[in-house]
């Protein structure tokens, strides 16, 4: 048997071991201190993405420390202010518990806790109470670009509110040339506006900075009416692949090849765009693909599919008289082009219809005068279109 006072010997060594292991348990390891070090020089650099990942290997080497936890909610929390489409709808109460928390104990970035807490609220749809958030944190920071960019990015959304939207882009850029969110947000703009050289410049900035699904949209769209189907068909791959499942994406690459004459890719395009959401603008281009393909019996199914939804509809209507043109279906191509007739050219939309509708009335003419130029002759197919006839808008 040991005698007491050997045990409580045996005893003291044990303890203060045990207290040195809890020492250096509760302390930061050094490389997980430079970690977080790191990711405090990219957070203040507005570079979010690289601070979470610098935050992330310190958790590695500190799973249980508190600043590191802190660290990573608070960039979790920046990335959200940065852009709502980051917080996925299964994470929205998750994201509001962390905005809250840092916002009711970290005063310095309250105005970056506000713009996150109207992020999610934009995210649920609530517009008006997202505005009211990021306004609460301008007017704690003037200056601050998160919350400039993200209440442009609100704005926007109402064609009346564009000119105001534009201002908040503008000052965002002001503080922070390099704000791509705003860059983007300017180039959408200046897209709609017709400014399409200045929307193009934003927009690539922007991808120089990030790479961006919006960005790619829309300057693909630009390159388009620029009538630079090359440089538009990749940036619509581009954003095909970001969002695999967005129908605007795989439809405007499916007009896009459409103009570049790729028609049997513009028609897969199309097809799968149609899938994911039928609209008639992705199903008139769909049927002129057919048709430029001599597939006029499944292109007059895909033109009556879009009179069916809208029976104004100028493609649809001069795409229906081809096709049913090209079926040697005289009198049915004779209807369809005199209701294009019948349209009255209006609105946004003005110019189109004039358009298509010379086209349509140059075929009646010569659909008309077929039957005099060979009255004598035997019945026979329907003559072949002129060589220089328009085949499609």
Not at 25 to 30: A, F, K, V, Y
Not at 128 to 153: C, N, R, Y
Not at 184 to 204: F, K, N, P, R, S
Not at 354 to 367: E, F, I, P
């Amino acid at each position: 048997m040991i005698p007491r006072p050997l045990a409580r010997a045996f005893r003291l060594p044990s303890l203060l071991l045990c207290t040195a292991m809890l020492w250096a348990c509760d302390r930061t390891p050094e490389l997980a201190r430079q970690h977080l070090a790191q990711g405090d020089v990219a957070l203040e650099a507005g570079r979010y993405p690289q601070a979470l990942a610098a935050y992330g290997h310190a958790r590695e080497l500190a799973p249980t420390d508190p600043d590191v936890q802190r660290a990573l909610m608070r960039a979790r929390v920046h990335l959200i202010a940065e852009s709502a489409a980051r917080i996925a709808p299964e994470a929205i109460d998750d994201a509001r518990y962390e905005a809250q928390l840092l916002l009711d104990t970290d005063k310095p970035r309250a105005a970056v806790y506000l713009t996150a807490l109207g992020n999610i609220l934009a995210r649920q749809g609530d517009a008006e109470g997202a505005k009211a958030k990021f306004i609460e944190a301008l007017a704690i920071d003037p200056a601050s670009p998160l919350a400039h960019t993200a209440l442009g990015l609100v704005l926007m959304s109402r064609k009346e509110d564009a000119a105001r939207a534009k201002s908040e882009f503008q000052l965002a850029l002001k503080v922070k040339p390099a704000d791509a969110g705003a860059l983007v947000g300017l180039g959408q703009i200046e897209l709609a506006e017709g400014d399409i050289a200045g929307a193009a410049e934003h927009l690539e900035a922007a991808l120089r900075i990030a790479e961006s699904f919006d960005a790619r949209l829309a300057l693909g769209r630009a390159r388009a009416k620029q009538q630079k189907n090359v440089d538009a068909i990749l940036h619509f791959q581009r954003a095909a692949e970001l969002d695999p499942k967005s129908a605007d994406a795989m439809g405007s690459l499916g007009q896009a090849l459409l103009g570049a004459g790729k028609l049997e890719d513009a028609e897969r395009a199309l097809r799968a765009a149609m899938q994911m959401r039928p609209v008639p603008e992705t199903g008139n281009a769909l049927g002129f693909a057919l048709v430029r393909q001599k597939k006029a019996a499944a292109a007059l199914d895909v033109f009556r599919g879009v009179l069916a939804s809208d029976a104004t509809s100028a493609p649809a209507l001069l795409g229906a008289g081809i096709a049913s043109e090209d079926l040697g279906e005289k009198e049915q191509a004779l209807g369809s082009y005199q209701k294009l007739l019948a349209l009255t050219p209006s609105g946004p939309d003005g110019r189109l219809v004039a358009d298509l509708q010379r086209q349509a009335q140059s075929r009646v003419t010569a659909l008309s005068a077929a039957p005099a130029a060979s009255a004598s002759a035997s019945a026979g197919p329907a003559p072949a279109p002129r060589p220089n006839e328009k085949r499609s808008p």
